[in-house]
């Protein structure tokens, strides 16, 4: 029951006409974003971190919250209208909804999307508030080895479970590990990868690399691709939904939810894999399998709520633990870390008031997406139509905007230079920005409670599985790594022996 | 045997110039090559035909006196050199384009394919209002 008090009084906070235009704000940059290919809120919040050093950490949340939701509500409708998924998560709502669409049912696979979202929006976001303080009550008695497993187990997850390849996973990772180390050790004051180079003694500033590879690199990767034909818009008309729709929508929905949450909450994180399951599920208990191929509203219901609810899950272990486990959610890490605010077991105290905040917030952005986004599809559709070199040179304007005005040191933006060209390699060779994002981020939290592990067991190397807590979580962990390989390979010698 | 070409676009301007096109075409006793392309730099662009849209068009040239044929050139690079490129290849007498008003601003910020193709055309351009 306290946690619902409290969240009345994030509501209260919440509800103040300048938080609200920030929520307004947030929603429809989010949507505009996420209807983009390409282009997603990680990128987004990224390029308006320079904005956190004049906003108040209210504000800044509650408008990033607004993109992060957004962002999920935007890739359905290119999803459905276009068969081009804006997010990786969007892509199992492609399938069957763009053949809605070609059925001339579009508005009613919108529908379904929309309030689905809505709906496993709302429940999900519930269940963090609920889920969050037991989880924080549990996370206090973590010490920093316990922490370093958590973060440890939380790379590995998302370099080999996230994407096709771990190998390339792993190395997108090392790329971020090795970013975070540059710049002075705090416990030894020692320079590391410096160059000599003054400025680096600071570090590379996080958001001059995260802009780096998701804006510069994307912008670099579709100008090497720029002129490739249009694509074709399915018509948004027909029936909205009707009583059957929703007989046959609801229960996904509710599904869609019970996936996506936990895998969200899970420091495996990711919308992909339970917007998979969802669909997989669906399609087996579905009452209409002949629909199935042909424009099944079930398959569009259900993973449409099931990354929905994964996003809000996502910020479990990221409010509660301080764990990023999408790109998105690191960058909000990092948006924490520019305030002085460390995301972790004591953020629920130390911070109660703006964390109740930001889940209101995340309750009135869910409903401004619902009630916005149906009358607006044509305007997302419009937004389509934009040539990309205009679109691209804004984006890259405001990348090299923001990147100088961390510092106003124009080394940053030779650096803003370098790193986008690796960024547009990354693209280019099918190597995941995520794990470098997230490598980049939580690596100097991950090193700083390794150090301090060790420190304090005098350099004794067991005191990192000397928890039971810390050994399963490193099993896990192993398991992650070891685990694919081992089966795959199980599976091409059943193969042969058969 | 001659032959003419029209730059079409799904827009009154399109529509004129078709017509314009076709009465040409008719007059010389030649025929009709339509000609539809984009630069194919936005995602979307319902200038250029497809479903629905390209069905009725390819119906309408079929009802026409004159030998007609619909093009979509997907070189995704400039209309003008497209319009230029078919022109050649055809050996047409005339390239029809439909003009629309612009103004002053508009003209500072957006480019004109039609223009760009009455400037750089190598055979005669017959420009057409809607």
């Known amino acids: ?345 004591t953020l629920l105290t130390t911070e109660s008031s703006l964390v109740w905040t930001l889940i209101a917030s995340l309750f009135i952005g869910n409903t401004m997406l619902l009630v916005l986004n149906l009358p607006l599809v044509g305007l997302w559709v419009k937004l389509l139509k934009i040539p990309r070199p205009y679109l691209y040179a804004g984006i890259l304007m405001f990348a090299s905007l923001g990147s100088y005005a961390v510092n106003a040191d124009p080394l940053d933006l030779v650096i803003l230079l370098v790193l986008g060209l690796l960024g547009f390699a990354m693209r280019r060779f099918g190597w995941p920005v995520a794990p470098a994002v997230i490598g980049l981020i939580l690596g100097p939290v991950a090193e700083t409670n390794l150090r301090r592990a060790l420190a304090i067991s005098d350099g004794d190397l067991t005191t990192l599985v000397s928890s039971p807590f810390s050994v399963v979580v490193l099993l896990v962990a192993v398991a992650a790594v070891v685990g694919p390989p081992l089966l795959r390979r199980a599976r091409r010698g059943q193969a042969v022996a058969a | 045997m001659s032959a003419v070409v029209v730059g079409y676009v799904p827009s009154d301007e399109g529509r004129a110039a078709l017509r314009a096109g076709a009465a040409e075409a008719r007059l010389r006793g030649g025929r009709l090559v339509v000609v539809n392309t984009t630069r194919g730099d936005a995602l979307v662009d319902d200038r250029f035909l497809a479903g629905d849209a390209l069905d009725d068009l390819r119906a309408e040239l079929a009802t026409l006196d004159v030998e007609a044929e619909l093009r979509q050139p997907q070189t995704w690079d400039d209309v003008a050199e497209d319009l230029d490129a078919v022109a050649d290849e055809v050996g047409a007498d005339l390239i029809v384009i439909g003009l629309r008003r612009r103004s002053a601003v508009g003209k500072l910020i957006l480019g004109s394919a039609a223009s760009r193709i009455l400037l750089t055309a190598h055979h005669a351009v017959l420009a057409v209002k809607a």
């Open chain 1, 1 to 345: 029951m306290d946690a619902l008090t409290q969240l009345l009084h994030g509501f209260g906070d919440a509800v103040t006409p300048l938080n609200l235009l920030f929520a307004l704000i947030g929603t429809l940059l989010g949507t505009a974003v996420g209807v983009l290919p390409g282009i997603g809120p990680a990128m987004t919040v990224a390029l308006l971190l320079p904005i956190t050093y004049v906003l108040e950490p209210t504000g800044a949340f509650i408008m990033f919250a607004g993109i992060y939701y957004g962002g999920m509500y935007g890739g359905s409708t290119t999803s459905i209208l276009l068969n081009t998924p804006g997010e990786s998560s969007s892509i199992m709502t492609a399938i069957e909804g763009n053949l809605m669409a070609k059925a001339g049912r579009g508005a009613a696979a919108l529908g379904t999307a929309a309030i689905g979202s809505f709906v496993a929006g709302t429940i999900a976001t519930l269940l963090l508030a609920l889920v969050a303080p037991v989880v924080v009550t549990l996370a206090v008695a973590i010490g920093p080895a316990d922490y370093f497993a958590l973060a440890l187990l939380a790379f590995v997850a998302v370099s080999t479970v996230l994407g096709a390849s771990p190998v390339r996973g792993l190395a997108s990772l090392c790329i971020g590990l090795f970013l975070g180390l540059v710049g002075t050790d705090l416990l030894t004051g020692q320079q590391r990868f410096t160059l000599g180079v003054p400025q680096l003694a600071d570090g590379i500033d996080v958001v001059v690399v995260a802009v780096a590879l998701f804006a510069v690199g994307e912008a670099l990767h579709v100008a090497s691709r720029l002129r490739h034909g249009p694509v074709q818009v399915m018509s948004s008309s027909g029936k909205f939904m009707t009583r059957e729709d929703l007989r046959r929508s609801w229960k996904p929905w509710l599904r869609g939810t019970a996936f996506g949450f936990p895998f969200g909450a899970l420091p495996a994180g990711g919308a992909e894999i339970p917007t998979f399951l969802s669909y997989a599920t669906e399609r087996r208990l579905t009452k209409h399998p002949e629909d199935f191929g042909r424009g099944a509203i079930e398959g569009v219901a259900g993973p449409e709520a099931a990354n929905n609810a994964a996003a809000a899950g996502v910020l479990v272990p990221l409010l509660t633990l301080g764990l990023p486990t999408s790109a998105t959610a690191a960058i909000l890490l990092a948006a924490f870390q520019g305030y002085g605010i460390q995301p972790g077991p």
